[in-house]
């Protein structure tokens, strides 16, 4: 959806206060029927949403009625851009959510400052692009229009001195603000094993205690002891390494080594005792004969959580033992950091310092990338560094591309280590700062002519027909839908233009409109699946409050069933420790057996960016006995469960799944959703259907069109 821009003569009480004045708001309305909710009803000037080609999602084309929208912006950027978070990580533009604090950047006295900034809402588009290279070999891609901020304020990419073009643009005289992003920039994962080994090198041989002995017994007889601890006051490092010895099978146990005093911080320890983890232990710590890039990113990683710091933005890591201060050289030089080593002290104690300020201080982050946070933060610092950022060049690149962009509460954000602006059309985003939380389900955005802009949008010769899912990020058929009937609508435009499409919903509204969606299953393939994650009714209730009950969802797999069709149950997200235990996830496939599902999906919980903060209040008032377990699977800025559990978790689930007779469906990567073997078969015939059509109409030359 994209927004006019153009103003009423009076705002409409009740509006989100951005969307008062825009002439494609129809009206807000509340009603006692849908108590504490606004609906926005917009209208539309597209419905059909292209998901980037970089996206991991497994589908191309999306329509959302409800809530979601695109912005008619221009301040767009390649989806591969880096974006600087609030804690000094770093996240691809594409992987950004709602709702996710980047770093941003405020004004205070004289100097401009780093500072937390929010995402408030986040668009694609496609848009003819530009490369911009700086002068330390910073390079970025954005459309012409985007805005970035240079020593002479802020300037376009391009732009011309005169005529309808004119406006302020970048020119070689030009350098852009922030610290770059230049050097080589491995592909680091942190998920990987080398990774970890590497990490657990550095860590444990940087502030670790590994030893074994023999003792003599009173008696004579050998008393052999294996003894590891690791103990920390920042418990993301602990944590980390933890995590990184049960996948290697060491299971340690956590305890308190140290309380807090009025100088020191409490101390946090694992230990194991077990000889053959001492000799697990040993063995992933041994040096390599020829590190690789990954174990010497998680070396330098480890070891500056063991024994590094960055005080007054000078980054220093400290050690007596030659080959740890050898290798921490050798994986510097590999990859192109600048260091010296100072001086050892009266005990021996060596710094190996960075060089090369900001930028150097932020490449070493991004390789290495340390698990404790609190060091990373670049909060507060003022906006100026030694890297070169003058322009040396802006190249057309002669094509369109997909794009992306964000607002955030700033107004701008860092990306490829230079400061960014945001759209144009700032007064609308800022307006919409909806939460992943209690807004959600509050404000409503309602696409009133979706229906008839989806039926002009698909019947366009440029229409390649490709699968479209709906309720990839909104329901379609939420409890709105049963006051604006907007499903109908979009089910006859897409069958009656030859377009596959799926359906993922909660809602048990969706029986409502079954007759219209076996008709159009007779003319194009359609998936649909429910989603019932939970099987436990209070449960449900306490964390899908206002959704139909389980009982319900079941209802309704049973009734498309009983229509012919076939119906995948997505039973997503499992909750660790809630919903994971042998008993429920039995019980759960009974039931879904029962209501005749023709497959199931299913994984553990995916806490994204403006998803997590929201999850874990819920849990601290609900569930606070978990919150530790939830916080050590999901540190830092981590959304995913570890790859050990999501393993356990498929070996718990896979022999249920037997038991009941019930496949595991497949993600089919046109539509986003499950697809069995018919599915499958009748995609196939409308694909050869269609195919025979064009021969036909080629050989009819006499055909007009």
């Known amino acids: 959806m994209r927004w006019s821009g153009q103003e009423l003569g009076v705002d409409q009480a009740g509006t989100l206060p951005g969307l008062a004045r825009l002439n494609n708001l ?32 497994p589908f191309s084309w999306t329509v959302n009625p409800y809530r979601g929208c695109s912005h008619a912006c221009v301040y767009c950027l390649d989806p591969q851009t880096v974006i600087t978070m609030s804690d000094g990580r770093e996240k691809k533009l594409a992987q950004l959510q709602v709702g996710d604090e980047v770093l941003g950047t405020r004004t205070e006295g004289r100097y401009r400052r780093y500072t937390p900034a929010k995402v408030l809402a986040k668009w694609s588009t496609r848009k003819p692009a530009y490369r911009i290279t700086l002068a330390d070999g910073t390079s970025i891609i954005a459309s012409g229009d985007h805005r970035f901020l240079t020593d002479r304020g802020w300037k ?10 004119q406006r302020p643009y970048l020119t070689t005289a030009n350098s852009l603000m922030g610290f770059g992003r230049s050097g080589r920039r491995p592909d680091i994962s942190t998920s990987s ?95 390599p004969s020829d590190p690789c890039d990954e174990w010497a990113a998680g070396f330098l990683g480890g070891i500056f959580d063991a024994e590094g710091s ?12 030659e080959s740890i201060l050898g290798e921490i050289e050798q994986s510097m030089a590999r990859f192109g950091l600048p260091f010296v080593r100072e001086k050892a002290n009266a005990i021996g104690v060596a710094n190996i310092r960075l060089r090369g300020g900001l930028p150097a201080r932020n490449a070493f982050f991004a390789i290495s990338q340390p698990a404790i946070t609190r060091r990373l933060a670049l909060v507060g610092t003022a906006i100026k560094s ?94 709105a839908e049963g006051r604006y009937r907007l499903m109908p609508g979009i089910i ?19 029986r409502r409109d079954l007759p219209l969606i076996v008709d159009a299953a007779g003319q194009v393939p359609v998936d649909l699946a429910m989603s019932i994650a939970v099987y436990d009714d209070e449960l449900q209730q306490s964390i899908e409050p206002g959704t139909p009950s389980t009982k319900a969802r079941l209802a309704t797999v049973t009734a498309v069933r009983e229509a012919g069709l076939d119906c995948t149950v997505f039973l997503m997200p499992i909750l660790p420790y809630l919903t994971d235990t042998r008993a429920h996830l039995d019980e759960a496939l009974r039931q879904v057996k029962a209501a005749g599902a023709t497959s199931v999906v299913y994984s553990a919980l995916h806490l994204r960016g403006g998803v997590k903060p929201w999850f874990m209040q819920w849990l601290e008032r609900e569930h606070p006995e978990l919150v530790p377990k939830y916080r050590s699977m999901y540190y830092g800025q981590n959304a995913y469960a570890p790859k050990e559990y999501r393993k356990w978790l498929a070996a718990r689930v896979a022999p249920l799944l037997r038991a009941h007779g019930l ?14 073997a018919a599915t499958a078969q009748t995609t196939a015939r409308f694909a050869a259907r269609r195919a025979a059509e064009r021969t036909e109409f080629a050989a009819a030359p006499d055909v007009l069109f």
């Open 310 to 321: 960055c005080s007054r933005g000078v980054l220093r890591i400290s050690n007596k033992d």
């Open 386 to 479: 030694s890297a070169d950022l003058r322009v040396v060049r802006v190249e057309a690149l002669g094509e369109e591309r997909d794009l992306l962009d964000i607002t955030t509460s700033t107004g701008d954000f860092i990306a490829n280590g230079v400061v960014s602006h945001n759209c144009f059309a700032r007064p609308t985003h800022t307006y919409l700062d909806l939460d992943a939380g209690d807004d959600f389900d509050r404000q409503i955005i309602v696409k009133v002519n979706v229906a008839e802009v989806l039926a002009g949008e698909l019947a366009k010769r440029s229409w390649r027909h490709e699968p479209v899912a709906l309720g990839t990020n909104t329901d379609p058929y939420q409890r």
């Open 156 to 165: 376009h990419v391009t732009g011309s001195m005169s005529g309808p073009g």
């Open 26 to 57: 129809v009206r807000a309305v509340q009603t006692p029927d849908f108590a504490g909710m606004t609906f926005h009803e917009v209208l539309a000037k597209s419905a059909l949403n292209h998901v980037p080609g970089p996206s991991s999602m």
């Open 193 to 287: 094993d080398r990774y970890a080994m590497g990490y657990l090198t550095g860590m444990i041989r940087g502030d670790g205690l590994l030893f074994a002995r023999t003792y003599r017994r009173p008696s004579g007889t050998p008393n052999n002891v294996h003894q590891f601890r690791l103990a920390l006051a920042d418990v993301e490092g602990l944590e980390r390494s933890r995590a990184f010895l049960e996948r290697f099978g060491v299971k340690t146990k956590p305890f308190e080594f140290a309380p807090a005093t009025e100088r020191r911080r409490a101390m946090s320890a694992i230990r194991t005792a077990r000889r053959a983890d001492h000799e697990t232990i040993s063995r992933l710590i041994e040096w």
């Open 492 to 510: 006859d435009a897409l069958a009656s233009s030859g377009t596959p499409f799926s359906i993922l919903t909660k809602g048990s509204l969706l």
């Open 663 to 676: 496949a595991r469906g497949q993600e089919d990567p046109a539509t986003g959703g499950v697809r069995s």
